[in-house]
């Protein structure tokens, strides 16, 4: 094992973080080589700085003319484009987006938090999680109503074994105590969960009350002695239509809930700030007992992550963001105004749905936020009509393991949404009756 993964793990072994390490993880450093040197070079070497593969002129990057005209003119430096991004991604960004997160989640003021690094998306940021804090075995915990892409990524990327439990609870709200005691299921002295909201596929956000019996339901489960690792998954973040849903990530309440819990949050420019294809995702840690020292050295655990695999990530994205949220002069009425339109679909939806309550064909599941609507089939297989309204109607759904079929309200201008509920109904009477 290098020398510096193994200071990094003698730093981290009274953490809570530290049990956690995969062999992946415990292996994984931020070496001094290439990239460590040429940030260096960056601050002293005045003179010439022979460092980096970046071919230069005149302190810029070299360009194609044909690239760099796309771009409005003296909006952004060569640099700013054409660069490599520093490892962790941009450190203006990244304490712009620090203060943003805990400008929305204000439980988080005063609380000790990594500076958020950037990831190539949120998918890049869970994966990372995964081969760093999960080994090939351990089981992870999660409802059954997820996205797919955590099969790809827990099981059989790092070879985890899911421990599912039902997500509505009997009252139709978020099933705390099947949560927890799917956690107190898990064998040994380490559990790990992750947790979605709003929730896809369902667009499912737990209310108030509810939010503070899941971190209460958590905290419990560390008071048994048990260490308890909580990814919150926040893709969606920010996307609360209703009074009483929670609008603070959990990540806030579990970032110093209790020393036995480790607490990531996973989040992205990627829809919170409407740049799908920038694939710019932010990661970040907490726990109560961190110390700088535990924090620096799970940052250099990440980095060595990104190195070996990305190298680095998207700079024109990162550069493109950041001018919109330090002097945009229209970033605020733009995301008013697209919360909105998500708002009024959302309430098109929910009407056209509660037109066909009572009906038995499909059960739409509690929805209150996000991007989505979900409907339990009953059994019925997901894919026979999501087949079928494609074929006879021309209408694209999602099928959900077989059981669930999802609506992207997000993607359906709002005059075709409750024809689209209409169909989705009319279609399963006619495979199905």
């Not at 690094?117 to 994966?127: D, K, M, N, R, Y």
């Not at 990104?306 to 700079?315: A, G, K, P, Q, T």
Request: aromatic fraction near 12%.
């Amino acid at each position: 094992m290098n020398i510096l993964a193994e200071e990094l793990n003698r730093t981290l072994s009274d953490s809570v973080a530290y049990g956690f390490l995969s062999p992946v993880g415990r292996r994984m450093y931020f070496p001094k080589g290439i990239v460590a040197q040429s940030d260096e070079a960056k601050e002293k070497a005045k003179r010439y700085n022979a460092t980096v593969g970046l071919a230069t002129e005149k302190g810029q990057p070299f360009y194609l003319h044909d690239i760099y005209s796309q771009f409005k003119e003296g909006a952004l430096k060569p640099s700013e484009i054409f660069s490599y991004a520093p490892g962790g991604g941009d450190k203006t960004l990244r304490a712009l987006w620090r203060d943003s997160m805990i400008a929305k989640n204000p439980t988080l003021k005063g609380k000790k938090i990594s500076l958020p690094l950037v990831t190539g998306g949120l998918t890049h940021a869970i994966s990372m999680v995964a081969e760093l804090f999960v080994s090939e075995g351990d089981k992870v915990v999660c409802p059954d109503l997820f996205w797919d892409n955590y099969d790809l990524i827990f099981r059989d990327l790092v070879g985890a074994e899911p421990v599912l439990f039902p997500f509505y609870g009997e009252d139709g709200g978020f099933n705390v105590e099947g949560m927890k005691n799917a956690l107190l299921s898990v064998p040994g002295d380490y559990a790990r969960i992750i947790l979605n909201f709003p929730n896809n596929p369902t667009g499912y956000t737990p209310s108030k009350e509810e939010a503070k019996k899941i971190v209460d339901a958590v905290v419990a489960v560390a008071d048994t002695g048990k260490r308890v690792m909580v990814i919150s998954d926040d893709a969606y973040f920010g996307l609360f239509f209703e009074e009483d849903t929670e609008k603070e990530s959990l990540f806030s309440f579990f970032a110093d809930a209790h020393e036995n819990i480790f607490a990531v949050k996973g989040d992205a420019a990627t829809k919170e700030e409407m740049v799908w294809g920038f694939r710019v995702g932010f990661l970040t840690y907490a726990s109560k007992g961190f110390s700088d020292a535990h924090i620096d050295a799970l940052t250099k655990k990440t980095l060595g992550m990104i190195r070996s695999s990305v190298s680095n990530c998207d700079r024109p994205g990162q550069s493109l963001i950041l001018k919109a949220m330090q002097n945009g002069k229209e970033y605020q009425a733009d995301k008013e105004h697209i919360f909105n339109e998500m708002k009024k679909r959302y309430e098109i939806v929910h009407k056209a749905v509660s037109k066909h309550e009572g009906e038995t064909i499909l059960t739409p599941y509690r929805f209150n936020s996000g991007y989505f609507m979900a409907f339990d089939t009953h059994g019925r297989d997901a894919e026979e009509l999501r087949t079928y309204l494609l074929d006879k109607y021309q209408i694209g759904v999602i099928n959900i393991m077989g059981g669930t079929l999802r609506l992207a309200f997000c993607s359906v201008e709002p005059e075709g949404l409750e024809e689209l509920v209409d169909t989705v109904y009319k279609a399963a009477g006619e495979i199905w009756s």
